[in-house]
């Protein structure tokens, strides 16, 4: 018999013109899919659709007749673009009654602030006949649950923090209830620099067999690539096996494993920040064409930064520079990279101490890359050379990207 899980169909709805003209990036939707799967539970589909309310009536209509669970997103604030509720009671042909309770919230939340409310706010207590309301604690837009054509709908606002509140504290644990799991998903990842995702799973395909129901999966994020193997967890033990030989493989070129951040770029400044805390290094940065990314980075990563710079286009004696910078800032290290030449894309890596200065020269040969992607591969590098320099492993790793010039 099949698992209970697998008949279920979960679509998420994102609501708002600004959603679907691409005027804002929906994270609402990247954050759910990746927290659910994480819980075991898998969205089936997305869907997008724009501040009209013909068209959401006939979208809520339609799309709860091909899901069980359906997560709207956005349309819940006070102004007239904000259409949820309103299209959620045509859609099941019923009228929107106001809601005391949720009424009675919004007056505290603006008395606790010290404002009388906006009479724009009560529609934000106006719900659907048959709603169950879903309180949102740190906002004016009130959640809300009701069936249509035997679908499940919750309502949720737009903005992230309090939509995963509201995810996390009310919702899940209703998908839990009203749809036991019977066997979870498992999701191993690890995150590699150096070689191409073709390169990869051509290597992978011809060496290992991948067992049924598991499946590898790469994602690009130049100079990143990210694999992962999802599997149910009846099969742990064969993942366990097949992510052993994974890693195998991908040996020299493995920056970390598992999900250190959100910001996939900031994940090897994650390693670093630990690796520097946990050997108690302090370090000073030196920047020319990454424009302080390398820097931004780590001080997001809470690194012990000392002092970050960004040099003029050539040091003629970097060496004494990063020695000079070391004395004065009293840092276990200097690093930066420096001396690019648009002409050839050559580049100096330099990681310092007050005992040895290392210097490799570099040349990048990859394809060509947007400013902004090159200024992510230099800045990834030179953490990559931090990393590795903290770990004593060789410098300069495995990388098609690379040449090391005389």
């Known amino acids: 018999m ?13 609501t708002g013109d600004e959603v679907l003209y691409g005027q804002i990036i929906d994270t609402n939707a990247a954050w759910l899919s990746d927290f659910l799967f994480q819980e075991g539970i898998i969205i089936t589909s997305r ?28 349309g819940l604030g006070p102004t007239s673009d904000d259409l949820s509720a309103q299209a959620a009671a045509l859609a099941n042909n019923e009228s929107l009654v106001l809601h005391e309770e949720w009424l009675k919230s919004l007056e505290r939340y603006f008395l606790n602030r010290g404002r009388a409310m906006p009479a724009s706010n009560i529609k934000q207590a106006m719900l659907p006949q048959s709603a169950t309301l879903i309180d949102n604690p740190i906002g004016t837009a009130c959640g809300f649950k009701m069936k249509v054509n035997n679908c499940l709908l919750f ?3 737009g903005v992230p923090s309090e939509f995963k509140q509201m995810i996390k504290n009310e919702i899940l644990p209703e998908i839990k209830l009203n749809y036991p799991l019977t066997d979870s998903k498992l999701c ?31 994602r690009a994020a130049m100079p990143i690539i990210e694999l992962k193997a999802t599997g149910p967890e009846s099969q742990r033990s064969e993942m366990d096996k097949l992510w052993q030989q994974i ?54 990563a809470d690194a012990p930064v000392i002092k970050s710079e960004i040099v003029p286009l050539l040091l003629d004696d970097p060496s004494s520079y990063f020695t000079k910078l070391l004395k004065e800032q009293g840092a276990n290290i200097a690093i930066g990279i420096i001396n690019f030449q648009e002409k050839n894309s050559q580049f100096t890596l330099i990681i310092a101490t007050l005992k040895k200065v290392l210097h490799f020269n570099l040349k990048y040969i990859g394809r060509s890359q947007s400013k902004r992607t090159q200024q992510q ?25 690379l040449e090391v010039m005389e």
């Open 377 to 401: 591969v230099l800045a990834a590098i030179a953490l990559d050379g931090l990393r590795r320099y903290l770990l004593d492993m060789p410098i300069i790793g495995a990388n098609v990207w």
């Open 155 to 157: 309502f949720t606002p």
């Open 188 to 218: 191993y990842r690890l995150t590699t620099m150096g070689r191409t995702e073709s390169d990869l799973a051509q290597e992978i395909d011809a060496i290992l067999e991948i067992p049924e129901n598991i499946t590898i999966g790469y």
């Open 47 to 74: 869907h997008t659709v724009g501040d009209n309310l013909s068209t959401l009536i006939d979208t809520l209509q339609e799309r709860s007749l091909q899901n069980d669970i359906l997560i709207v997103n956005g």
């Open 247 to 300: 890693k195998s493989i991908v040996n020299a070129n493995l920056l970390y494993e598992g999900v250190l951040n959100e910001l996939d770029e900031s994940g090897l400044a994650h390693v670093v920040s630990k690796l520097l805390h946990d050997k108690n290094q302090s370090v000073v940065i030196i920047e020319q064409q990454s424009a302080g990314i390398i820097s931004y980075q780590l001080l997001e």
């Open 2 to 14: 099949a698992n209970i899980k697998d008949r279920i169909k979960i679509e998420m709805l994102s």
